[in-house]
């Protein structure tokens, strides 16, 4: 058995949203390369080992029957949940066995089912859902009965007649959720624990027709910063936790009128320029018109969460330009979506280096290689090509599943 796990998995991540859309746990998707070659109990307190104290909890969710079996037999680790695959009535005793062993111990488990079979067996037992937690997916007439029951409610429910049921339960993660309105009918009005990825595409779509602003809470955060008297590089790290407000200060920094003596293409370089009490000002501007949509709130942190996730990839140490520059990669390789124009016309406004262009215009230079890695480990999907994409762009798969969970356990929550 090896020593070095990392070297023999394929890791993804699906961010999961609570009801306030902070970052409420992690879906980590792990499948075993060389199975023989793995232990889940070494994943598992390397996960432990890595955790922090503000850490979001880690969903485990193996592909591979045998490190599921694994690691229901260990102790449980604290922040670290297991997934439970669907078998419907087809489950094995030998898993039925050692789920019932995992529950006695006190894991977290979390079982994945349709919504239609947890509701049946609600029902049959007089209301009461089995125990412990589900992440469900819906049938398309579920679906459909869910945005009725959206919709009522946001008429009012006009008279008792006009209701109509919701079959989401409360307390539960739910996952393929492709509405906005639906994410927050879950949230929401039937407060649902969690959604595994959000609905992206389908939130941004319904802002196609106008740009979209700062987020207040980041602008306030970055306000409150300058009020403690808190490093720059606080100040840096907060600006940095929205994509817009990091636009709009190299945007504005650059104005004509502003006039600064040359191009500026990093926030540390514009906070040096401005002064502490002009970025004051600004930000101040900024309040007044910043959004606070909170469905926008897990589409600005996966854009983060992928800026993040290149920075711990290219592990750049002390060299702030060139952390700069991979996270600001990251950052903007999806403003195009919040900002509701073609990519090339929002960077043409800004003055960013060339690799930064190179990476996201032409898909070229040192930095489109974190960029692909990182867009892979974003997709359960593609876990199979992520040996094939580090081989190609020369990461060693160690490397790269080490910088992953180390996003993970380390990722910069947005300050209260």
């Given at each position: 058995m090896s020593l070095n796990i990392l070297d023999h998995l394929a890791l993804a991540y699906q961010p999961v949203w609570g009801p306030q859309r902070q970052l409420a746990a992690v879906r980590l998707r792990v499948c075993a390369l060389h199975p023989e070659?793995?232990?889940?109990?070494?994943?598992?307190?390397?996960?432990?080992?890595?955790?922090?104290?503000?850490?979001?909890?880690l969903l485990?969710?193996?592909?591979?029957?045998?490190?599921?079996?694994?690691?229901?037999?260990?102790?449980?680790?604290?922040g670290v949940w297991i997934e439970l695959p669907d078998e419907g009535?087809?489950?094995?005793?030998?898993?039925?066995?050692?789920?019932?062993?995992?529950?006695h111990m006190g894991h977290q488990l979390v079982q994945c089912a349709p919504l239609a079979r947890v509701r049946e067996r609600a029902l049959a037992a007089q209301g009461q859902v089995a125990p412990g937690m589900h992440l469900l997916h819906l049938w398309p007439e579920e679906v459909a009965l869910a945005l009725r029951a959206a919709t009522d409610r946001g008429q009012g429910g006009q008279g008792l007649l006009r209701r109509t049921e919701s079959p989401i339960l409360s307390g539960q993660i739910y996952q393929n959720i492709g509405s906005g309105v639906l994410a927050a009918h879950c949230l929401d009005d039937r407060r649902a624990w969690g959604i595994c990825d959000w609905p992206a595409d389908d939130v941004l779509?319904?802002?196609?027709?106008?740009?979209?602003?700062?987020?207040?809470?980041?602008?306030?955060?970055?306000?409150?910063?300058?009020?403690?008297?808190?490093?720059?590089?606080?100040?840096?790290?907060r600006l940095h936790l929205d994509p817009v407000l990091t636009y709009r200060m190299l945007r504005m920094v650059n104005s004509v009128g502003v006039g600064v003596s040359r191009e500026v293409s990093s926030i540390r370089h514009a906070l040096m320029l401005l002064g502490m009490t002009n970025v004051r000002q600004w930000l101040n501007e900024q309040l007044a018109v910043a959004s606070t949509e909170a469905a926008l709130k897990p589409v600005r942190q996966a854009m983060v969460l992928r800026a993040q996730l290149m920075e711990y990839l290219m592990d750049a140490g002390l060299e702030h330009e060139l952390r700069a520059e991979i996270y600001t990669t990251g950052l903007f390789s999806r403003i195009d979506g919040l900002l509701q124009e073609p990519l090339p016309e929002v960077l043409e406004?800004?003055?960013?280096?060339?690799?930064?262009?190179?990476?996201?215009?032409?898909?070229?230079?040192?930095?489109?290689?974190?960029?692909?890695?990182?867009?892979?480990?974003?997709?359960?999907?593609?876990?199979?090509?992520?040996?094939?994409?580090?081989?190609?762009?020369?990461?060693?798969?160690?490397?790269?599943?080490?910088?992953?969970?180390?996003?993970?356990?380390?990722?910069?929550?947005?300050?209260?």
């Amino acid at each position: 058995m090896s020593l070095n796990i990392l070297d023999h998995l394929a890791l993804a991540y699906q961010p999961v949203w609570g009801p306030q859309r902070q970052l409420a746990a992690v879906r980590l998707r792990v499948c075993a390369l060389h199975p023989e070659s793995v232990d889940a109990s070494h994943l598992l307190h390397l996960l432990a080992e890595e955790r922090q104290p503000h850490t979001p909890v880690l969903l485990v969710s193996f592909v591979d029957r045998a490190l599921l079996l694994q690691a229901l037999e260990m102790s449980p680790q604290e922040g670290v949940w297991i997934e439970l695959p669907d078998e419907g009535e087809f489950v094995t005793e030998d898993l039925r066995q050692r789920t019932a062993l995992a529950r006695h111990m006190g894991h977290q488990l979390v079982q994945c089912a349709p919504l239609a079979r947890v509701r049946e067996r609600a029902l049959a037992a007089q209301g009461q859902v089995a125990p412990g937690m589900h992440l469900l997916h819906l049938w398309p007439e579920e679906v459909a009965l869910a945005l009725r029951a959206a919709t009522d409610r946001g008429q009012g429910g006009q008279g008792l007649l006009r209701r109509t049921e919701s079959p989401i339960l409360s307390g539960q993660i739910y996952q393929n959720i492709g509405s906005g309105v639906l994410a927050a009918h879950c949230l929401d009005d039937r407060r649902a624990w969690g959604i595994c990825d959000w609905p992206a595409d389908d939130v941004l779509h319904q802002h196609r027709h106008q740009s979209i602003a700062c987020d207040r809470s980041a602008v306030l955060r970055t306000l409150r910063a300058l009020e403690q008297d808190l490093s720059m590089e606080e100040v840096e790290d907060r600006l940095h936790l929205d994509p817009v407000l990091t636009y709009r200060m190299l945007r504005m920094v650059n104005s004509v009128g502003v006039g600064v003596s040359r191009e500026v293409s990093s926030i540390r370089h514009a906070l040096m320029l401005l002064g502490m009490t002009n970025v004051r000002q600004w930000l101040n501007e900024q309040l007044a018109v910043a959004s606070t949509e909170a469905a926008l709130k897990p589409v600005r942190q996966a854009m983060v969460l992928r800026a993040q996730l290149m920075e711990y990839l290219m592990d750049a140490g002390l060299e702030h330009e060139l952390r700069a520059e991979i996270y600001t990669t990251g950052l903007f390789s999806r403003i195009d979506g919040l900002l509701q124009e073609p990519l090339p016309e929002v960077l043409e406004r800004i003055p960013l280096s060339g690799r930064i262009n190179d990476a996201l215009l032409n898909h070229h230079g040192p930095y489109v290689s974190y960029l692909d890695v990182a867009c892979h480990m974003e997709d359960p999907a593609a876990m199979a090509d992520l040996p094939l994409i580090c081989h190609t762009h020369d990461f060693r798969l160690d490397d790269v599943n080490r910088a992953l969970i180390r996003m993970l356990c380390h990722v910069r929550h947005n300050p209260v």
